[in-house]
Protein backbone atom coordinates (compact mmCIF):
# COMPACT_ATOMS: atom_id res chain seq x y z
CA UNK A 1 0.00 0.00 0.00
CA UNK A 2 0.65 3.84 -0.53
CA UNK A 3 1.99 6.30 1.96
CA UNK A 4 0.12 9.01 0.41
CA UNK A 5 -2.91 10.33 1.87
CA UNK A 6 -5.84 8.59 0.30
CA UNK A 7 -9.49 9.39 1.10
CA UNK A 8 -11.76 6.46 -1.42
CA UNK A 9 -14.90 7.66 0.76
CA UNK A 10 -14.71 11.01 -1.60
CA UNK A 11 -15.92 10.17 -4.75
CA UNK A 12 -15.22 13.43 -7.42
CA UNK A 13 -17.33 14.22 -10.08
CA UNK A 14 -15.64 14.29 -13.45
CA UNK A 15 -16.78 15.21 -16.68
CA UNK A 16 -13.97 14.25 -19.47
CA UNK A 17 -13.56 16.18 -22.83
CA UNK A 18 -12.05 13.71 -25.57
CA UNK A 19 -9.64 15.80 -28.30
CA UNK A 20 -9.89 13.73 -31.50
CA UNK A 21 -7.01 15.82 -32.97
CA UNK A 22 -4.33 15.25 -30.59
CA UNK A 23 -6.27 11.58 -28.86
CA UNK A 24 -6.40 13.67 -25.47
CA UNK A 25 -8.55 13.72 -22.70
CA UNK A 26 -8.83 16.38 -20.17
CA UNK A 27 -11.16 16.69 -17.38
CA UNK A 28 -13.11 18.72 -15.06
CA UNK A 29 -13.05 17.14 -11.40
CA UNK A 30 -15.56 18.34 -9.17
CA UNK A 31 -16.05 18.51 -5.55
CA UNK A 32 -19.53 16.41 -4.79
CA UNK A 33 -19.80 18.64 -1.82
CA UNK A 34 -19.45 22.24 -3.35
CA UNK A 35 -19.12 24.68 -6.91
CA UNK A 36 -14.99 24.08 -6.92
CA UNK A 37 -13.45 22.19 -9.34
CA UNK A 38 -10.10 21.54 -10.95
CA UNK A 39 -9.34 21.09 -14.92
CA UNK A 40 -6.51 18.55 -16.06
CA UNK A 41 -4.60 18.20 -18.58
CA UNK A 42 -6.41 20.76 -21.23
CA UNK A 43 -5.81 20.93 -24.83
CA UNK A 44 -5.17 24.17 -27.32
CA UNK A 45 -5.83 23.71 -30.74
CA UNK A 46 -3.13 23.97 -33.94
CA UNK A 47 -3.88 23.86 -37.11
CA UNK A 48 0.59 23.07 -37.14
CA UNK A 49 0.51 23.63 -41.56
CA UNK A 50 -0.87 26.99 -40.95
CA UNK A 51 0.05 27.83 -37.82
CA UNK A 52 -3.28 29.07 -36.64
CA UNK A 53 -4.26 29.13 -32.56
CA UNK A 54 -7.91 27.95 -32.18
CA UNK A 55 -9.35 27.37 -29.15
CA UNK A 56 -12.29 24.99 -29.47
CA UNK A 57 -11.35 22.47 -27.31
CA UNK A 58 -10.89 24.87 -24.02
CA UNK A 59 -14.15 26.97 -24.91
CA UNK A 60 -16.37 23.52 -24.93
CA UNK A 61 -14.77 23.23 -21.38
CA UNK A 62 -14.93 27.19 -20.51
CA UNK A 63 -18.72 26.71 -21.53
CA UNK A 64 -19.53 23.66 -18.88
CA UNK A 65 -18.05 24.95 -16.18
CA UNK A 66 -20.36 28.30 -16.78
CA UNK A 67 -23.35 26.46 -17.32
CA UNK A 68 -22.51 24.36 -14.26
CA UNK A 69 -21.83 27.34 -12.80
CA UNK A 70 -18.56 26.04 -11.19
CA UNK A 71 -15.46 27.54 -9.66
CA UNK A 72 -11.78 27.07 -10.73
CA UNK A 73 -9.47 26.52 -8.21
CA UNK A 74 -6.69 24.73 -9.82
CA UNK A 75 -5.47 23.93 -13.20
CA UNK A 76 -3.62 20.62 -13.64
CA UNK A 77 -0.21 19.52 -16.02
CA UNK A 78 0.29 16.35 -15.41
CA UNK A 79 3.46 16.85 -16.78
CA UNK A 80 5.17 18.71 -20.23
CA UNK A 81 2.89 17.28 -22.83
CA UNK A 82 4.87 16.56 -26.22
CA UNK A 83 1.38 15.85 -28.31
CA UNK A 84 -0.82 19.00 -27.04
CA UNK A 85 -0.62 22.62 -26.25
CA UNK A 86 -1.98 23.00 -23.12
CA UNK A 87 -4.95 25.87 -23.17
CA UNK A 88 -4.39 26.39 -19.16
CA UNK A 89 -3.27 30.03 -19.18
CA UNK A 90 -6.43 30.55 -21.63
CA UNK A 91 -9.01 28.97 -19.58
CA UNK A 92 -7.25 30.68 -16.21
CA UNK A 93 -8.08 34.04 -18.04
CA UNK A 94 -11.59 33.48 -18.34
CA UNK A 95 -12.28 31.27 -15.34
CA UNK A 96 -9.40 31.65 -12.46
CA UNK A 97 -8.01 29.27 -10.71
CA UNK A 98 -4.21 28.65 -10.11
CA UNK A 99 -1.74 26.79 -12.58
CA UNK A 100 0.16 23.79 -11.46
CA UNK A 101 2.97 21.48 -12.64
CA UNK A 102 5.76 19.01 -10.91
CA UNK A 103 8.52 20.92 -9.06
CA UNK A 104 10.59 18.75 -11.75
CA UNK A 105 9.22 21.00 -14.77
CA UNK A 106 12.79 23.12 -14.13
CA UNK A 107 14.52 20.53 -15.68
CA UNK A 108 12.44 19.90 -18.62
CA UNK A 109 13.01 23.74 -18.89
CA UNK A 110 16.60 23.72 -18.79
CA UNK A 111 17.13 20.98 -21.51
CA UNK A 112 14.46 22.38 -24.19
CA UNK A 113 15.64 25.78 -23.27
CA UNK A 114 18.61 24.83 -25.23
CA UNK A 115 17.22 22.35 -27.56
CA UNK A 116 15.12 25.73 -28.88
CA UNK A 117 18.29 27.93 -28.32
CA UNK A 118 16.43 30.64 -25.96
CA UNK A 119 17.81 33.35 -24.67
CA UNK A 120 18.28 34.60 -21.41
CA UNK A 121 14.77 36.21 -20.94
CA UNK A 122 13.55 32.59 -20.85
CA UNK A 123 12.53 31.79 -17.17
CA UNK A 124 14.28 28.40 -16.28
CA UNK A 125 13.01 28.44 -12.65
CA UNK A 126 8.89 27.50 -13.22
CA UNK A 127 7.66 30.47 -12.23
CA UNK A 128 5.19 30.59 -15.02
CA UNK A 129 3.43 28.53 -12.95
CA UNK A 130 1.89 29.39 -9.77
CA UNK A 131 2.26 26.09 -8.06
CA UNK A 132 5.53 23.64 -8.21
CA UNK A 133 4.32 20.72 -6.73
CA UNK A 134 6.94 18.14 -4.80
CA UNK A 135 6.46 14.55 -4.32
CA UNK A 136 3.08 14.07 -1.70
CA UNK A 137 2.00 17.78 -1.38
CA UNK A 138 -1.25 18.48 -1.26
CA UNK A 139 -3.58 21.34 -1.83
CA UNK A 140 -7.70 21.86 -1.99
CA UNK A 141 -10.32 21.58 -4.43
CA UNK A 142 -13.01 22.90 -2.53
CA UNK A 143 -13.38 20.38 0.73
CA UNK A 144 -11.45 17.56 -1.22
CA UNK A 145 -7.96 17.35 -0.81
CA UNK A 146 -5.57 16.64 -3.98
CA UNK A 147 -2.23 15.06 -3.28
CA UNK A 148 0.53 14.89 -5.85
CA UNK A 149 2.77 11.89 -6.70
CA UNK A 150 5.54 11.97 -8.53
CA UNK A 151 6.26 9.33 -11.07
CA UNK A 152 8.70 10.25 -13.48
CA UNK A 153 9.96 8.03 -16.86
CA UNK A 154 8.07 9.47 -19.17
CA UNK A 155 9.47 12.71 -18.17
CA UNK A 156 11.04 14.02 -15.00
CA UNK A 157 8.21 16.00 -14.21
CA UNK A 158 5.26 13.65 -14.63
CA UNK A 159 2.73 13.67 -11.76
CA UNK A 160 0.16 11.53 -10.60
CA UNK A 161 -2.93 13.66 -8.90
CA UNK A 162 -5.06 11.44 -6.71
CA UNK A 163 -8.32 13.48 -5.55
CA UNK A 164 -10.58 10.81 -3.98
CA UNK A 165 -11.01 7.57 -5.40
CA UNK A 166 -9.58 9.07 -9.22
CA UNK A 167 -6.18 9.30 -10.21
CA UNK A 168 -5.04 11.04 -12.77
CA UNK A 169 -2.15 9.39 -14.33
CA UNK A 170 -0.56 11.30 -16.85
CA UNK A 171 1.23 9.34 -19.31
CA UNK A 172 2.41 7.03 -16.89
CA UNK A 173 0.07 4.16 -17.87
CA UNK A 174 -2.44 3.84 -20.73
CA UNK A 175 -5.70 1.66 -20.90
CA UNK A 176 -5.02 -2.18 -20.11
CA UNK A 177 -4.71 -2.95 -23.86
CA UNK A 178 -2.44 -0.02 -24.35
CA UNK A 179 0.45 -0.50 -21.95
CA UNK A 180 2.52 2.61 -20.85
CA UNK A 181 3.79 5.19 -22.67
CA UNK A 182 7.14 5.82 -24.22
CA UNK A 183 10.61 6.69 -22.14
CA UNK A 184 13.14 7.73 -24.85
CA UNK A 185 12.14 11.66 -24.57
CA UNK A 186 14.93 13.71 -22.88
CA UNK A 187 14.93 12.90 -19.37
CA UNK A 188 12.90 9.94 -19.81
CA UNK A 189 14.15 6.41 -18.64
CA UNK A 190 12.37 3.06 -18.77
CA UNK A 191 13.31 1.52 -15.19
CA UNK A 192 12.32 4.83 -13.78
CA UNK A 193 8.60 4.41 -15.72
CA UNK A 194 8.32 0.99 -14.20
CA UNK A 195 9.03 2.01 -10.63
CA UNK A 196 6.63 4.75 -11.31
CA UNK A 197 3.90 2.78 -12.65
CA UNK A 198 4.42 0.60 -9.60
CA UNK A 199 3.85 3.40 -7.69
CA UNK A 200 0.09 3.86 -8.93
CA UNK A 201 -0.41 0.31 -8.93
CA UNK A 202 0.29 0.28 -4.74
CA UNK A 203 -2.55 2.38 -4.76
CA UNK A 204 -5.97 1.01 -3.54
CA UNK A 205 -7.73 -1.72 -6.25
CA UNK A 206 -10.80 0.07 -6.45
CA UNK A 207 -8.75 3.59 -7.11
CA UNK A 208 -10.48 4.79 -10.66
CA UNK A 209 -7.53 5.77 -12.81
CA UNK A 210 -8.05 8.55 -15.50
CA UNK A 211 -5.91 8.45 -18.60
CA UNK A 212 -4.20 11.32 -20.53
CA UNK A 213 -4.71 9.80 -23.87
CA UNK A 214 -6.53 6.75 -25.70
CA UNK A 215 -6.02 5.48 -29.50
CA UNK A 216 -8.84 2.44 -29.39
CA UNK A 217 -6.24 -0.16 -30.28
CA UNK A 218 -7.83 -2.98 -32.51
CA UNK A 219 -10.32 -0.33 -33.40
CA UNK A 220 -11.96 -0.31 -30.20
CA UNK A 221 -14.28 2.69 -29.06
CA UNK A 222 -11.98 5.53 -27.04
CA UNK A 223 -11.65 4.72 -23.24
CA UNK A 224 -10.25 6.80 -20.56
CA UNK A 225 -11.58 5.46 -17.12
CA UNK A 226 -10.14 1.95 -15.68
CA UNK A 227 -8.93 0.72 -11.95
CA UNK A 228 -5.81 0.16 -10.14
CA UNK A 229 -7.14 -4.10 -10.25
CA UNK A 230 -7.51 -4.30 -14.05
CA UNK A 231 -4.36 -2.63 -15.05
CA UNK A 232 -2.59 -5.05 -12.13
CA UNK A 233 -4.35 -7.93 -13.80
CA UNK A 234 -4.34 -7.10 -17.46
CA UNK A 235 -1.83 -4.10 -18.23
CA UNK A 236 -0.12 -5.62 -21.31
CA UNK A 237 3.37 -4.27 -20.44
CA UNK A 238 3.36 -4.43 -16.86
CA UNK A 239 0.36 -6.65 -15.58
CA UNK A 240 0.85 -10.14 -14.70
CA UNK A 241 3.59 -9.89 -12.39
CA UNK A 242 6.38 -8.36 -15.23
CA UNK A 243 9.39 -7.45 -14.40
CA UNK A 244 11.39 -4.51 -14.04
CA UNK A 245 13.65 -6.16 -16.13
CA UNK A 246 10.66 -7.23 -18.73
CA UNK A 247 9.78 -3.56 -19.04
CA UNK A 248 12.73 -2.27 -19.42
CA UNK A 249 13.71 -4.90 -22.53
CA UNK A 250 10.16 -4.32 -24.05
CA UNK A 251 10.14 -0.99 -23.77
CA UNK A 252 13.40 0.05 -25.05
CA UNK A 253 12.66 -1.65 -28.13
CA UNK A 254 9.57 -0.88 -28.87
CA UNK A 255 10.65 3.34 -28.68
CA UNK A 256 13.43 2.61 -30.39
CA UNK A 257 11.18 1.82 -33.51
CA UNK A 258 8.37 4.90 -33.11
CA UNK A 259 8.21 8.09 -34.81
CA UNK A 260 8.23 11.38 -32.72
CA UNK A 261 4.93 12.97 -31.92
CA UNK A 262 3.08 15.14 -34.57
CA UNK A 263 3.38 18.29 -32.31
CA UNK A 264 6.75 17.84 -30.33
CA UNK A 265 8.09 21.03 -31.57
CA UNK A 266 5.06 23.21 -31.09
CA UNK A 267 4.39 21.37 -27.74
CA UNK A 268 7.42 21.74 -25.86
CA UNK A 269 8.33 25.25 -26.82
CA UNK A 270 4.20 26.49 -26.01
CA UNK A 271 4.22 23.93 -22.43
CA UNK A 272 7.39 24.78 -20.80
CA UNK A 273 6.40 28.30 -21.01
CA UNK A 274 3.24 26.98 -18.96
CA UNK A 275 0.94 27.14 -22.34
CA UNK A 276 1.98 30.54 -22.95
CA UNK A 277 3.16 31.10 -26.85
CA UNK A 278 6.85 32.71 -26.98
CA UNK A 279 6.74 36.47 -26.62
CA UNK A 280 6.36 38.55 -29.97
CA UNK A 281 8.88 39.92 -32.11
CA UNK A 282 9.05 44.03 -32.30
CA UNK A 283 6.73 43.79 -34.44
CA UNK A 284 3.94 41.49 -32.54
CA UNK A 285 4.39 38.43 -34.45
CA UNK A 286 4.60 35.27 -32.54
CA UNK A 287 7.03 32.64 -34.05
CA UNK A 288 7.52 28.88 -33.07
CA UNK A 289 11.14 27.60 -33.72
CA UNK A 290 11.88 24.97 -35.45
CA UNK A 291 15.01 22.90 -34.48
CA UNK A 292 16.62 21.26 -37.16
CA UNK A 293 18.37 17.22 -35.71
CA UNK A 294 17.95 18.29 -32.82
CA UNK A 295 15.64 15.35 -31.08
Same mark, same amino acid.
Given at each position: MTDYPIDMSTRPEIKAFFDEGTNTISYVVKDPASSACAVIDSVMDIDYAAGRITYDHADAIIAYVRDKRLTVEWLIETHVHADHLSAAPYIQRVLGGKLGIGRNITVVQETFGKVFNEGTEFQRDGSQFDRLFDDGDTY???????????? +???? +?????????? /???????????????????????? /?????????????? +????????????????????????VRDEKAHNIHVGGGKTREEFVAMREARDATLDMPRLILPSLQVNMRAGQLPPPDKDGRTFLKLPVNAL
Open positions: QIGGMTGCAMHT +PGHT +PACMTHVIGD /AAFVGDTLFMPDSGSARADFPGGD /AGTLYNSIHKVLAL +PDDMRLFMCHDYGPNGRDIRWETT
